[in-house]
């Protein structure tokens, strides 16, 4: 079945430091790929996506490309800030139809001043 | 537009007893989901609705859980009796197929969450 893996933190990184957070993942076919973001005492939020191979999803400073090859979705950021501290979860969701959501364990960042 | 909605926010309630978690979807979302992340776990699919039928619910653990909509509005999730491993944020979910190619085609939009502690 699908499967979705991603560093599971803590991650601590001082303010304006650069982020990476890996995620791959195993699914038949070509699924979409999404990060979501749980601010502390918040829901989830949709953070980027991408929809197909080589597509780049972006928002607030973070960045994330499709890659088929090595079937991996890592999320970056340049410069981070504490308002960044959060946990964020990797997913993904086959193409067509009503489809589950299939979401990593999350990784929980915390960023110090 | 609100956003989708979950009732309550938290929850504590002894072993044994009887929990109903609700969730209101986004106005004309079809498509309603749960979901649950257990401490440390992944967030894991429970069940989806379209309107009021139960499209898939292959993520439900045990019969201890029974989810409803009824009139394909908004839903309701059971815990009867709760036992300690029910412990965890049980998320909502809706979407609509919407334009095909749109932006926000067929995603879907996740509520707060209700956080249950069973003690």
């Known amino acids: 079945g699908d499967s979705v893996t991603q560093m599971e933190g803590p991650v601590t990184l001082s303010e304006e430091a650069f982020l990476t957070i890996n995620c791959t993942y195993t699914?038949?076919?070509?699924?979409?790929l999404f990060w979501y973001v749980q601010y502390p005492g918040e829901g989830l939020q949709l953070l980027l996506k991408?929809?197909?191979?080589?597509d780049k999803g972006s928002n607030k400073g973070f960045e994330a490309t499709y890659r088929k090859e090595t079937t991996s979705f890592h999320l970056e950021k340049g410069s981070v800030q504490v308002s960044d501290s959060a946990v964020y979860f990797c997913?993904?969701?086959?193409?067509?139809?009503?489809?589950?959501?299939?979401f990593g364990i999350g990784t929980k960042l915390q960023v110090i001043p | 537009e609100a956003g989708v909605t979950q009732f309550p926010s938290h929850s504590v309630i002894e072993k044994g007893q009887t929990v109903t978690l609700r969730c209101d979807p986004i106005?004309?979302?079809?498509?309603l989901y749960w979901y649950r992340r257990v401490m440390g776990k992944e967030i894991k699919f429970l069940l989806h609705?379209?309107?009021?039928?139960?499209?898939?619910e292959s993520g439900m653990p045990n019969n201890r859980f029974l989810a409803e909509r009824t009139g394909g509005t908004y839903s309701t999730l059971k815990v009867q009796p709760a036992e300690l491993e029910d412990s965890g944020v049980y998320f909502c979910?809706?979407?609509?197929?919407?334009?095909?190619?749109?932006?926000?085609?067929?995603?879907?939009?996740f509520g707060p969450g209700t956080r249950l502690t069973v003690l």
């Open positions: 699914a038949t076919g070509y699924p979409s």
């Open positions: 997913a993904l969701k086959p193409m067509g139809g009503y489809q589950k959501v299939t």
């Open positions: 979910a809706s979407s609509h197929l919407g334009l095909a190619g749109g932006p926000t085609y067929n995603e879907q939009f």
């Open positions: 991408a929809t197909k191979a080589d």
């Open positions: 106005s004309g979302h079809d498509n």
């Open positions: 609705f379209v309107k009021e039928s139960k499209q898939d």
